[in-house]
């Protein structure tokens, strides 16, 4: 994984865009782009999220017989996979711009697809940005959606290196750290990190859909930590998942296995057999390992951080109370989880900060009236 040719801070950001689909991705693309001062204009079949899109903001509604100004610098394809060849040959077609992107989260489906229907894959750079949420539509896009976040680029062999720079300062000019990816690698790598998770999360959400009301009421951080992708809309992750079956079939197998044989542990323990318990510590222990290596804050190592843990008030105001005595003692928070407690107008949150500020936010804390504890440094991946 490199950074793509051509990338340079000298290269001049598109002063121009067209961004084709105006769902999450496509509408915070192109909010990103007008903050920049870009000038976009917006497509979409779905009149409801054109109108919506434009009435944020986001940018023009590109006329029906195209840009009367000439074709823009890079348009967007911001449709699901199977859509994106499709999509980019009547773009092509109607000459709508001189450089042209996707940021669909499949790279061979649409690159074959393309192929097929005989698109100009000279002018055509695939991308990939890796941020979402769990909402979709227009209403919730965000400008910021990309600050920080990788945005993969794929270049061609017929790329030629203006076009890639020119896509990868777009990626820029939405705060991404572009990257660049065979399209191959990206499909086995996103469908370890990204469509497999989502399955896997669908698989445990989907053991609660007929859960008793009091099984679920006991429901603590780590449910939600599991289960909450698996909030996305079904619609959208049965293409992805579908346009990226093979590899992420072949990991669901791996997990599959891994779940099988943790399942057998536990039915040979409940026989009575202790060696189970070997072969659940196995599993456990791979996976602490495993988690180790996903990148820390700043793209760097996962660096061991102490969970401050506070009861605190669900009312108006708490949260930004304990951040200003955060801010006051000096201790920087690398991160925060917040657990509600049930039935009870109180939760607690944990701010993870540095182990040795531990005790000086603990001290400022409680002198502030809030019920306070330190627990053991642990690794999250922030």
């Not at 199977?82 to 061979?108: F, I, N, W």
Request: overall charge negative.
């Amino acid at each position: 994984m490199t950074a793509p040719a051509g990338s340079s801070s000298a290269e001049p950001v598109p002063a121009s865009a067209v961004v084709i689909g105006t769902g999450l991705i496509g509408t915070s693309v192109a909010l990103a782009l007008r903050a920049g001062g870009m000038d976009v204009w917006l497509a979409d079949r779905d009149e409801d999220a054109l109108g919506l899109a434009v009435s944020l903001g986001a940018g023009r509604r590109l006329p029906p017989a195209g840009l009367t100004s000439g074709p823009a610098e890079v348009a967007v394809l911001a449709v699901p996979p199977a859509a994106v060849a499709e999509q980019l040959r009547a773009a092509q077609s109607r000459g709508l711009a001189r450089c042209y992107t996707d940021v669909a989260s499949v790279k061979e489906l649409p690159l074959a697809r393309a192929r097929e229907l005989g698109c100009d894959l000279a002018s055509y750079v695939p991308g990939h940005p890796l941020s979402g949420r769990e909402q979709s539509g227009p209403a919730a896009a965000r400008a910021d959606l990309f600050i920080g976040r990788p945005w993969v680029i794929c270049p061609q062999p017929a790329n030629a290196a203006a076009d890639i720079a020119l896509v990868t300062r777009l990626a820029e000019a939405c705060g991404a750290q572009p990257v660049s990816v065979p399209a191959a690698d990206h499909d086995r790598w996103v469908a370890l990190v990204s469509h497999a998770p989502h399955a896997v999360a669908a698989a445990m959400g989907a053991r609660l859909e007929h859960a008793p009301a009091s099984a679920l009421a006991l429901a603590g951080q780590g449910l939600r930590d599991v289960t909450r992708i698996a909030a996305g809309s079904p619609g959208m992750w049965v293409q992805i998942l579908a346009a990226n079956a093979g590899p992420v079939g072949a990991v669901l197998r791996d997990v599959a296995a891994d779940l099988a044989s943790a399942a057998d542990a536990l039915d040979s323990l409940a026989a009575g057999d202790e060696q189970g318990a070997k072969l659940l510590a196995d599993l456990l222990e791979r996976a602490s390992a495993g988690v180790g290596r996903i990148p820390g804050k700043h793209g760097g190592p996962t660096t061991g951080f102490a969970p401050v843990q506070v009861v605190i008030p669900d009312r108006p105001g708490e949260l930004a109370r304990l951040f200003q005595a955060a801010g006051a003692a000096g201790v920087n928070i690398e991160d925060i989880t917040i657990e509600h407690s049930p039935g009870l107008p109180v939760g607690v949150a944990e701010l993870w900060v540095r182990p040795e500020a531990g005790p000086a936010l603990a001290d400022a804390l409680a002198a502030g009236g809030w019920p306070v504890s330190v627990r053991a440094a642990g690794s999250i991946a922030s």
